[in-house]
């Protein structure tokens, strides 16, 4: 508790600070020393003085706040894999910056700050609104979060695919550059982080009485929606300031509180202060790294990437030795729809789906840009090019589905999908290296390789967490740990405006456009053998939830039964991206929708998802193929686009 | 600007009436499409409008001349082309390059498929292999007299522009675009733009090469590495509103040399993945534009 247990935060903050200082030291001698050089030395000064030194201390802040809000993220949410970005606060400031780049350029005159800023306000409170209504209990609003997250991503993908012109500076902001030519930013940043930070010293004492759960808070008196409110709002106005700044360096948020959590600080007031000075050293000193290193590069590094980057491997190392406590958390009432809707949605969802197959298939648009059903001269040649689609279309819509239901289950964690896992981002990392180790690869290099990263992710998850016997929350975490370094990746090569990056894209924003007829015919063998597979596993997914000693007293060999719906659910994953790319929303949703019809118990959700995530990836196909005709916005972007308002919609009715 | 358009637009309709493809003798392909700007625009100038070209509504903000006759068909995206529209258009050749390899065993399914490559990830130097895209694209379209005569007439107009320019002597130049105000493109070896000022006589202030598209994300800062006082910073279209406020703000940006008015100038774009009729363009900016400023 006293002086031992700051030793080891102390000790990590002393070493980052001094990494970065022994590697800035022969910059600043070369810069400051010699005043006596040549020609060039007054610009050297003035570049020193004008750029580096505010750049580096903008990393300070930047990382300081960041790690703060992450930190007071995990403590409100109690949930280890809460982030800034869990609330969607950088995907909103995103969509606002692309929109207004793109519809109202006029409008950056004014600071493209303050666009940002709206942008993350306006997220946040859609998710304050819809966090409301269950009185901010923390799986409501990571829910919410995370579904803001995804809408708002979703429609800038789509902006940014139909706009390409304009994608390199998004991506640059996306990818979070410190790069500073004068001391404007961190000069605006300072005052604002001081005054949060003095709310949320105000709010400390409080904050170390939610460790105790909600039921002993309020026996102590504490208003605990209040303090929830307040603290989830300072934590946003932290990301919000830092991302309307410098742009999205989101993992800071999420490593600087393990770490402090790892190195021995075990309560809430300390977690806050040394994730705070971690998340400080641990941006200045990738920053400083950046910038010794910069001449090695002849592309250009957005410091956010390269965090990301650097920072994932290091939390899979971490992993094995992260304690997760056991949390108190309230049971949530089971949501459903008031019984009689749902029955009649049960009996529609049969014919549903033959109507929207039947849609998709004969119904389209024609080069004078009218929608027509299929001309008959040419119903051979479209049918051969829709049958395809629709089908890989279905399939991996349906094994999403099922992978959803078996992580979600698995895991007892609302945010479990397929991405979440990290099998998606491994496929978009082996198509990433194709396209810049084969310069221009072919169909069957991209579908090797992205196999090829599925089950490399899924191999090094296994090392991982067998280790510590297959915890659900240490496999989430190593999946988000992998999916972030994807991402990161994704935005270097954005960054530097390589035109590839609009092709990794594309790939990742999952479009059923490059399925050929025996790729559909494989994703159709493969859905039917898994997913009968994962039928024969219905009692240890009925009894899992339970919690493991619950589970392991009623017979379940919990160890191989993780293990195995785990391979199952990477399997499935692994089969849906290599036909369709990284269609991760309809695996979150669908497990969801299904419940919500009334399909409880293990099997009915599995089937009656399967159903639903294969009718919705079909639909999403159909109009991602019609909307914006002749153009293409891929399938898993509409289908977030048009799921996340209808979950949030179920979300509400099922409240009233 | 409009008189201009008029022109083009009547020498464009009186190129299509002489060069119907129905009256025309060649046997060469006649419904030819294209997935790429510059082969499509390298085609307008052999006189063989093209049925279709990927991302069309987008020509008019990227490659602007020469203009698209209204009748060519958009086929989408030129990463993911629409292949509906492909097949019903029925076409006779589609050029590509290799930067859309993916695509090509599914395009030789629909019809013959030309790839030609101009920016290759092998490097190299852009212009050169620009023409012999163009001498490769005429033969195969056997429109060999035309591109002959187009190559011809390239030359011959970057030959003027580079008399033009040692008239006026010219000092060196960095040609960069921003991407907002912090960062920018550099355009630099082996990139169109750099090898058209080597081809007229103009010295390119940014000496570090680039990648195999010839540009480099740079943040502002770094251009204080070019030393010579000297040199003009060429900007091209189009500039985010926030970018020039924003700098005018900054003592770093104050102490660029070039950084003033008088060294600085703003001017439209032209396409950098483009080929001949793009690096034409380009020239006739820019000699025009060194004319005015001397």
């Known amino acids: 508790m006293s002086l031992k247990s700051h030793l080891g935060p102390a000790a990590i903050v002393v070493m980052l600070l001094g990494l970065s200082l022994v590697l800035a030291a022969p910059q600043a001698a070369v810069l400051m020393g010699n005043a006596d050089a040549a020609t060039g030395s007054a610009m050297h000064r003035l570049v020193f003085l004008n750029s580096t030194l505010p750049r580096m201390a903008t990393a300070l802040l930047a990382g300081a706040s960041l790690a703060l809000s992450g930190a007071l993220f995990q403590q409100v949410l109690r949930n280890p894999l809460a982030s800034p970005t869990t609330l969607g606060i950088s995907a909103g400031a995103n969509l606002a910056l692309v929109a207004v780049t793109l519809f109202v350029p006029g409008l950056l005159g004014f600071g493209r700050d303050l666009v940002a800023l709206c942008g993350s306000a306006a997220a946040a409170g859609l998710v304050f609104l819809m966090g409301a209504r269950q009185k901010f209990s923390p799986i409501s609003l990571v829910m919410s979060g995370l579904v803001v997250s995804l809408w708002c991503g979703a429609l800038s993908a789509v902006l940014m695919l139909l706009n390409e012109r304009y994608l390199v500076s998004l991506f640059i902001w996306g990818a979070g550059s410190l790069s500073q030519q004068s001391w404007?930013?961190?000069?605006?940043?300072?005052?604002?982080?001081?005054?949060?930070?003095?709310?949320?010293?105000?709010?400390?004492?409080?904050?170390?009485?939610?460790?105790?759960?909600?039921?002993?808070?309020?026996?102590?008196?504490?208003?605990?929606?209040?303090?929830?409110?307040?603290?989830?709002?300072?934590?946003?106005?932290?990301?919000?300031?830092?991302?309307?700044?410098?742009?999205?360096?989101?993992?800071?948020?999420?490593?600087?509180?393990?770490?402090?959590?790892?190195?021995?600080?075990?309560?809430?007031?300390?977690?806050?202060?040394?994730?705070?000075?971690?998340?400080?050293?641990?941006?200045?000193?990738?920053?400083?790294?950046?910038?010794?290193?910069?001449?090695?590069?002849?592309?250009?590094?957005?410091?956010?990437?390269?965090?990301?980057?650097?920072?994932?491997?290091?939390?899979?190392?971490?992993?094995?030795?992260?304690k997760i406590r056991h949390r108190l958390m309230e049971a949530e009432a089971p949501v459903s729809l008031n019984p009689a809707t749902a029955r009649l949605a049960k009996r529609l969802m049969l014919p549903a789906a033959v109507l929207v197959l039947a849609v998709a298939l004969v119904f389209g648009r024609s080069?004078?840009?009218?929608?027509?059903?299929?001309?008959?001269?040419?119903?051979?040649?479209?049918?051969?090019?829709?049958?395809?689609?629709?089908?890989?279309?279905?399939?991996?819509?349906?094994?999403?589905?099922?992978?959803?239901?078996?992580?979600?289950?698995?895991?007892?964690?609302?945010?479990?999908?397929?991405?979440?896992?990290?099998?998606?981002?491994?496929?978009?990392?082996?198509?990433?290296?194709?396209?810049?180790?084969?310069?221009?690869?072919?169909?069957?290099?991209?579908?090797?390789?992205?196999?090829?990263?599925?089950?490399?992710?899924?191999?090094?998850?296994?090392?991982?967490?067998?280790?510590?016997?297959?915890?659900?929350?240490?496999?989430?975490?190593?999946?988000?740990?992998?999916?972030?370094?994807?991402?990161?990746?994704?935005?270097?090569?954005?960054?530097?405006?390589?035109?590839?990056?609009?092709?990794?894209?594309?790939?990742?924003?999952?479009?059923?456009?490059?399925?050929?007829?025996?790729?559909?015919?494989?994703?159709?063998?493969?859905?039917?053998?898994?997913?009968?597979?994962?039928?024969?596993?219905?009692?240890?997914?009925?009894?899992?939830?339970?919690?493991?000693?619950?589970?392991?007293?009623?017979?379940?060999?919990?160890?191989?039964?993780?293990?195995?719906?785990?391979?199952?659910?990477?399997?499935?994953?692994?089969?849906?991206?290599?036909?369709?790319?990284?269609l991760s929303f309809v695996g979150l949703m669908a497990p969801h929708l299904s419940r919500q019809l009334g399909f409880v118990r293990a099997t009915p959700q599995l089937f009656g998802g399967a159903l639903i995530g294969g009718m919705l990836m079909v639909a999403a196909d159909w109009l991602g193929r019609s909307l914006a005709y002749p153009y293409e916005i891929p399938a898993g972007l509409v289908s977030a686009l048009i799921g996340a308002p209808f979950l949030i919609l179920l979300m509400r009715r099922a409240r009233a | 600007m409009s008189l201009a358009l008029t022109r083009r637009g009547f020498i464009a309709a009186g190129a299509a009436c002489v060069l119907r493809p129905d009256l025309a003798l060649s046997a060469g392909p006649q419904r030819i499409v294209s997935l790429d700007y510059g082969l499509a625009s390298t085609l307008l100038s052999l006189g063989i409008v093209p049925k279709a070209v990927a991302s069309r509504a987008d020509w008019d903000v990227w490659v602007i001349e020469p203009d698209l006759p209204a009748e060519v068909v958009d086929l989408g995206s030129s990463w993911e082309i629409n292949f509906e529209v492909l097949t019903s258009l029925r076409p006779d050749l589609i050029l590509t390059t290799p930067f859309n390899a993916a695509l090509?065993?599914?395009?030789?399914?629909?019809?013959?498929?030309?790839?030609?490559?101009?920016?290759?990830?092998?490097?190299?130097?852009?212009?050169?292999?620009?023409?012999?895209?163009?001498?490769?694209?005429?033969?195969?379209?056997?429109?060999?007299?035309?591109?002959?005569?187009?190559?011809?007439?390239?030359?011959?107009?970057?030959?003027?522009?580079?008399?033009?320019?040692?008239?006026?002597?010219?000092?060196?130049?960095?040609?960069?675009?921003?991407?907002?105000?912090?960062?920018?493109?550099?355009?630099?070896?082996?990139?169109?733009?750099?090898?058209?000022?080597?081809?007229?006589?103009?010295?390119?202030?940014?000496?570090?090469?680039?990648?195999?598209?010839?540009?480099?994300?740079?943040?502002i800062e770094r251009l204080a590495e070019m030393k010579d006082p000297a040199t003009r910073l060429i900007i091209f279209e189009p500039v985010p509103a926030d970018v020039m406020p924003k700098l005018e703000e900054s003592p770093l940006w104050q102490a660029l040399p070039f950084a003033r008015p008088g060294q600085l100038a703003v001017l439209p774009g032209a396409l950098m993945f483009g080929m001949l009729n793009d690096a034409m363009r380009f020239a006739r900016l820019i000699t025009d534009h060194l004319e005015q400023a001397a």
């Not at chain 1, 997914?541 to 199952?568: D, H, N």
């Not at chain 2, 920018?184 to 081809?199: K, S």
Request: proline residues 6%; charged residues 10%; glycine residues 10%.
């Open chain 1, 367 to 582: 080069p004078d840009l009218g929608f027509t059903l299929m001309p008959p001269d040419l119903s051979g040649d479209l049918l051969a090019l829709r049958l395809p689609r629709i089908a890989a279309a279905f399939f991996s819509g349906a094994m999403l589905a099922v992978a959803g239901t078996i992580l979600q289950r698995l895991t007892g964690n609302e945010m479990a999908s397929p991405e979440v896992l990290g099998i998606s981002a491994g496929a978009t990392l082996g198509v990433a290296v194709a396209v810049f180790l084969v310069a221009a690869p072919g169909l069957g290099a991209q579908l090797g390789f992205s196999a090829l990263g599925a089950f490399a992710v899924l191999s090094v998850i296994f090392l991982l967490a067998a280790r510590s016997g297959l915890q659900p929350e240490r496999v989430l975490l190593a999946g988000i740990a992998l999916s972030a370094m994807v991402d990161a990746v994704i935005g270097v090569i954005g960054a530097t405006g390589d035109p590839r990056a609009v092709f990794l894209l594309r790939w990742m924003s999952g479009s059923t456009y490059s399925v050929s007829a025996f790729g559909a015919l494989m994703a159709a063998v493969l859905a039917v053998l898994l997913i009968s597979g994962s039928a024969f596993m219905r009692r240890w997914l009925e009894l899992l939830p339970l919690g493991s000693s619950a589970a392991s007293a009623l017979g379940v060999p919990v160890g191989r039964a993780r293990f195995l719906l785990l391979t199952l659910a990477g399997l499935l994953s692994a089969a849906a991206t290599m036909s369709v790319g990284p």
């Open chain 1, 184 to 322: 404007a930013i961190p000069l605006s940043l300072a005052p604002k982080l001081a005054l949060v930070c003095l709310v949320v010293a105000a709010i400390l004492r409080p904050l170390l009485l939610n460790e105790l759960g909600d039921a002993g808070a309020r026996a102590l008196g504490v208003h605990m929606v209040r303090l929830r409110v307040v603290a989830v709002m300072a934590a946003v106005a932290l990301a919000a300031f830092v991302t309307s700044a410098v742009g999205v360096i989101g993992f800071i948020g999420l490593v600087s509180p393990t770490i402090a959590r790892l190195a021995g600080a075990p309560r809430a007031g300390q977690q806050l202060v040394w994730s705070t000075l971690i998340g400080a050293a641990l941006l200045f000193l990738t920053d400083t790294a950046l910038l010794a290193t910069a001449g090695a590069f002849a592309d250009f590094l957005p410091t956010g990437a390269v965090t990301a980057i650097f920072g994932s491997p290091l939390l899979l190392i971490l992993l094995p030795r992260l």
């Open chain 2, 104 to 219: 090509t065993p599914r395009l030789e399914a629909v019809a013959p498929t030309l790839s030609l490559g101009v920016f290759t990830a092998d490097g190299g130097d852009v212009l050169p292999k620009a023409f012999a895209a163009t001498r490769a694209l005429a033969a195969r379209v056997e429109r060999k007299d035309e591109g002959d005569a187009f190559i011809a007439r390239t030359e011959a107009f970057f030959d003027e522009c580079r008399a033009r320019i040692a008239r006026i002597g010219a000092p060196p130049l960095a040609l960069l675009s921003f991407l907002d105000a912090r960062h920018a493109r550099i355009y630099t070896a082996p990139g169109l733009y750099h090898n058209v000022m080597q081809r007229i006589g103009l010295a390119n202030a940014w000496t570090a090469p680039g990648n195999f598209w010839g540009f480099e994300t740079i943040g």
